[in-house]
């Protein structure tokens, strides 16, 4: 599965929206109708929801947002351990700057490419970051310890 770029790009493709709707729907409902913020305090509290969102699922939720956990995936550093909160921010600041009309939208479909030709985004590469499915997790040394104690 490492290299089909397509399956894995299309993966994480369905698993940001899964993401982006699960959020998008109750803050924007909430901050329009029942705050009545305006439309452009609505749109910038959201991408900030959305980074905050990233940030704290991927790391207290073993690497993955609510999309993620769905389509199997998971982030990690480039080493497959656990990315440092500071990647982890940067990387989910830089993805909901994909939001901002025009220019984050031609940023994004950049990166949305390079998912599908070198098999990375934009805020992947900021952040220090890959997205595995998690059957490619490699087992922590101890792990290892644990299989061969039981054995």
């Given at each position: 599965?490492?290299?089909?770029?397509?399956?894995?790009?299309?993966?994480?493709?369905?698993?940001?929206?899964?993401?982006?709707?699960?959020?998008?729907l109750p803050?924007?409902?909430?901050?329009?109708?029942?705050?009545?913020?305006?439309?452009?305090?609505?749109?910038?509290?959201?991408?900030?929801?959305?980074?905050?969102?990233?940030?704290?699922?991927?790391?207290?939720?073993?690497?993955?947002?609510?999309?993620?956990?769905?389509?199997?995936?998971?982030?990690?550093?480039?080493?497959?351990?656990?990315?440092?909160?500071?990647?982890?921010?940067?990387?989910?600041?830089?993805?909901?700057?994909?939001?901002?009309?025009?220019?984050?939208w031609?940023?994004?479909l950049?990166?949305?490419?390079?998912?599908?030709?070198r098999?990375?985004?934009?805020?992947?590469?900021?952040?220090?970051?890959?997205?595995?499915?998690?059957?490619e997790?490699?087992?922590?040394?101890?792990?290892?310890?644990?299989?061969?104690?039981?054995?």
């Open positions: 599965m490492r290299d089909h770029k397509a399956v894995r790009g299309a993966m994480r493709l369905m698993c940001a929206l899964v993401d982006y709707l699960l959020l998008m803050v924007q409902l909430v901050l329009l109708f029942w705050i009545e913020a305006n439309t452009l305090s609505a749109d910038f509290l959201f991408r900030l929801l959305f980074a905050v969102y990233g940030v704290l699922l991927i790391e207290y939720n073993q690497g993955a947002t609510l999309g993620k956990m769905l389509g199997r995936l998971k982030v990690v550093d480039k080493s497959g351990g656990k990315p440092t909160l500071l990647y982890v921010g940067l990387r989910e600041l830089i993805r909901s700057m994909y939001l901002i009309p025009v220019v984050g031609a940023v994004g950049i990166s949305a490419v390079l998912l599908f030709v098999g990375t985004t934009l805020h992947d590469m900021a952040g220090n970051t890959q997205v595995i499915f998690r059957w997790e490699k087992p922590t040394d101890a792990e290892l310890e644990g299989r061969h104690e039981s054995r």
